[in-house]
């Protein structure tokens, strides 16, 4: 690393021109920028933002009567100067600032940061450590290239480890995600489970972990009886500690976790990434120059910060010609969860009702360990636009109540008696939010046709989980056969040349996304955009310029499927 003091500050001249964050933001009250989804910005240079002394200085309009608030305990606050209608602020104060105090026209969204700023370079950048990012950091890195890993949370494996979704669902399945199962098996951390009926009138699924059942009979889900469904259920800790030693096995994998990435620079043409900026936990900036990055945030804060075009909520059918869309579009979101674990409790006392009266849907789907954990997906809790409208931290607080309120529901159900709650997800569980216009976009039409009648040549990753919309105004329709997902579903549009997207939010539309969306499935596109990535830096061409067939042959995704 080479520790560069001040040179993260940008001049004046940059600031009218860098990233203009998202005019989306402001078009959705930018409640959803807030400091735990990654970003921090700055007032606009029409707003008279300078740097003076070593630290940033944006003055207020004085016509404006808005203000910075919302300090977080932990960060020194922003001091106001009345007289001079100034804000003082460091880099340490600015993840606080919530855009809703900021004027409703403001569009120059961006980071600036007092200090020092370490420098890596390296081959390949990924951007968040969820199923997708995993698989796109240890194939790259399993090719040979210098890969630096980014993620924002202590614990790798995103929605999974950290929602508590730690279940993998019938379906295909890469090599990787075998190695990952059999690692974490090996460590007491995973098995396979079967259903069983629960005594209840509620819709509930119960899966719990059972001797007997092979690796082999959880990759499919098309065309077999519901009672025939195998899933993966994992312990998180055990995903965390099994990735990082394969991560860490290659010797090739510089991992920052707690590490929060925030902007994103560009060469002045923007057809390339030049580097990423990320703030670690203690405060330290750190910029990454990689010769590709791949964007595996699941909201695809990266595609966002370079200014992708991005899909949200549902597509009308004049976008992709979809048989089950609807003829306008709307931005109704798949529902966000709010997970939570349970142990035995031998004193079988019931714990009390929240004081709040706290609706939320009687249902849910339990997930049972053999040490007698459960995970509960209490399903649609909160509508997905609450994401865009009320922003995380809000979301993150209502469930909480909802999950305890729910939680008292369920333990008057006979199988959930004798057991205490142990914990809620420190993570909300994000079904869908923005999507990114890729070079194809996987649609219906694909899920409907399947393998046998996709035209596909870049076919990388297979899947067969039905169309899942939850609370969302959809309902569960089964996909018939496996069907595969192109590589140009990776490939932003535009002209960028060293840019992938490998997550939730890549190139899929709202019905696909809706099947796609599952951790195997994401393990599955990363490893794809992992290898894609060593190639590109490797031969030094844009990652639209690899052998896809020398990609698509290695990863040989159509011959997975079991039939
Ligand atoms: C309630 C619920 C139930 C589900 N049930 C199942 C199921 O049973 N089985 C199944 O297979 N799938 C299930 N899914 C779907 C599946 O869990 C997700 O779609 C999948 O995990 C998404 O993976 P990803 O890699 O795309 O994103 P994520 O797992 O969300 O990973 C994104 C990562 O990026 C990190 N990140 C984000 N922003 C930044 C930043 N600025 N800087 C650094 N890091 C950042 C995040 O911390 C996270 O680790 C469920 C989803 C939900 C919400």
């Not at 390949?124 to 997708?132: K, L």
């Not at 259920?233 to 965390?240: I, N, R, S």
């Amino acid at each position: 690393m080479n520790p560069r003091p001040l040179e993260f500050l940008p001049s004046l001249a940059r600031l009218a021109t860098v990233a203009v964050f998202c005019a989306l933001c402001a078009a959705t009250n930018g409640a959803e920028n807030l400091p735990r989804e990654g970003m921090a910005l700055r007032l606009s240079a029409d707003q008279g933002v300078e740097i003076r002394d070593g630290r940033v200085v944006g003055r207020r309009d004085r016509s404006a009567t808005h203000h910075i608030a919302e300090v977080p305990a932990g960060f020194a606050g922003p001091s106001v100067d009345a007289t001079q209608s100034a804000l003082h602020f460091t880099h340490k104060t600015l993840p606080s600032i919530n855009l809703q105090v900021l004027p409703a026209d403001a569009r120059e969204i961006t980071i600036l940061g007092v200090g020092q700023v370490d420098e890596i370079e390296t081959d390949v950048c990924v951007v968040g450590a969820g199923s997708a990012g995993i698989g796109a950091a240890v194939a790259a890195a399993r090719r040979g290239a210098r890969v630096v890993l980014i993620e924002r949370e202590a614990r790798l494996g995103g929605t999974g480890t950290n929602a508590y979704v730690a279940n993998w669902e019938p379906g295909p399945g890469c090599s990787l995600a075998e190695e990952i199962y059999l690692r974490m098996k090996a460590d007491g951390g995973a098995g396979v489970a079967t259903g069983y009926p629960v005594q209840t009138k509620a819709p509930m699924g119960y899966i719990l972990v059972t001797d007997g059942f092979p690796y082999e009979a959880t990759l499919r889900r098309a065309g077999i009886p519901g009672s025939e469904y195998r899933r993966v259920p994992y312990k998180p800790e055990a995903f965390d500690r099994v990735v990082r030693d394969m991560l860490d096995e290659t010797g090739k994998v510089t991992l920052l976790d707690r590490t929060t990435f925030f902007q994103a620079e560009t060469n002045p043409e923007k057809t390339r990434v030049e580097s990423v900026l990320a703030e670690a936990s203690g405060g330290r900036l750190i910029r990454i120059r990689a010769k590709v990055f791949i964007d595996s945030t699941g909201c695809v804060w990266l595609c966002r910060a370079l200014g992708c075009e991005v899909m949200l909520g549902v597509d009308p059918r004049s976008r992709f010609d979809e048989p089950s869309a609807p003829e306008q579009g709307s931005l109704q979101l798949n529902a966000i969860s709010r997970c939570y674990l349970i142990r035995p409790n031998k004193t079988r006392e019931h714990e009390p009702a929240p004081e709040a009266d706290v609706r939320f849907p009687k249902c849910a789907f339990v997930t049972g360990w053999k040490d007698g954990l459960q995970a509960v997906n209490p399903m649609p809790m909160l509508p997905g636009r609450a994401l865009i409208d009320h922003g995380y931290d809000e979301c993150l607080r209502c469930s909480e109540q909802m999950a305890r309120a729910h939680w008292h529901w369920l333990q008057q159900i006979p199988e959930f008696q004798g057991y205490e709650l142990a914990e809620i997800a420190p993570m909300l569980g994000i079904r869908e939010s923005y999507r990114v216009v890729t070079r194809y976009v996987l649609n219906e039409n694909d899920l409907l046709a399947g393998l046998p009648g996709q035209k596909h040549d870049d076919i990388i990753a297979v899947a067969d989980h039905p169309c899942d919309i939850h609370g969302a105004g959809g309902q569960l329709s089964e996909v018939k056969t496996a069907y595969g997902i192109p590589y140009r579903c990776l490939l932003p549009a535009g002209s960028w040349s060293n840019l992938l997207v490998a997550c939730r939010g890549a190139g899929f539309s709202k019905i696909a996304a809706s099947s796609c969306r599952l951790q195997r499935t994401m393990l599955q596109i990363g490893h794809a955009a992992g290898i894609a990535a060593a190639m590109a830096s490797q031969r030094n061409v844009p990652v639209d310029r690899i052998e896809v067939r020398a990609l698509v042959e290695d990863l040989d995704a159509r011959s997975r499927y079991p039939y």
